[in-house]
C-alpha cells in the first residue's frame, strides 16, 4: 500500500490464534497490499491480506478516536526485493477483536495510541525504532503524530507478547 495508510490495516486486528504457515517456495500469492522493504522489513517487501471483519470507528469531539476491529484474518507474506525473490513464507493470524484508542496530547501535537488485544503493527523507516512489522498480544503504548498518519514519536509501554513478523517470514 502507498504511504502510511498501509498501517492501519494491522492495529485494527485481534488475534485468537497465531499460525505460521509456510508455503513451498515458489508458490507466491499476492497480496492485498505489499509494504516496500525500506517501510517494512529492510531485505524483502511485505505484503499483508486482510479478510473478513468489520471495522468501526468512534470519533470523540474532543479529538479522541477509538478503531474496533472484529473476526478479520490477516496473512502476511514474503514478497521478495522488487517483487522477485520471494521465499514464499506466511504468517496468518486469525483475530477476534481488538481496540486502537487514540487521546490527544495537552497542546494537541501529538496523541497517545493505546492497542489492546491482538494488533499487527508495521514500524516504518521514519518511526522511532523503525523499520519492522509486529504482531502483539496484551497492550502496546505509543505516541504518534496523529491517527491518519500514525508516524511513531515513541513507544511508551508494553505488556504481553509480540511476535516479529520479518524474523518469521525470513
Excluded at 494491522?10 to 509456510?22: I, K, N
Excluded at 478479520?72 to 525473490?85: D, H
Excluded at 491517527?147 to 525470513?170: E, F, H, Y
Aim: proline share 4%; hydrophobic share 35%.
Amino acid at each position: 500500500m502507498l504511504g502510511k495508510q498501509s498501517r492501519w490495516f494491522a492495529p485494527l486486528a485481534a488475534t485468537a490464534a497465531l499460525l505460521l504457515v509456510a508455503s513451498p517456495a515458489g508458490a507466491v500469492t499476492e497480496p492485498a497490499v505489499t509494504i516496500p522493504a525500506v517501510d517494512s522489513c529492510g531485505d524483502f517487501d511485505l505484503g499483508l491480506t486482510a479478510t473478513g471483519g468489520t471495522i468501526r470507528e468512534i470519533q470523540f469531539s474532543n479529538g479522541n478516536l477509538y478503531r474496533v476491529g472484529t473476526g478479520v484474518v490477516l496473512t502476511w507474506s514474503n514478497q521478495g526485493l522488487n517483487g522477485s525473490g520471494s521465499n514464499g513464507k506466511t504468517y496468518t493470524v486469525k483475530t477476534s477483536g481488538s481496540v486502537a484508542r487514540y487521546v490527544k496530547n495537552p497542546g494537541g501535537e501529538t496523541y497517545t495510541l493505546t492497542l489492546t488485544g491482538h494488533n499487527g503493527f508495521i514500524f516504518f523507516s521514519t518511526d522511532t525504532g523503525g523499520p519492522g512489522a509486529f504482531q502483539y498480544t496484551g497492550r502496546v503504548v505509543l505516541t504518534v503524530d496523529n491517527p491518519v498518519g500514525n508516524n511513531v514519536k515513541s513507544v511508551d509501554a508494553s505488556a504481553g507478547k509480540a511476535v516479529d513478523i520479518c524474523a518469521r517470514l525470513r
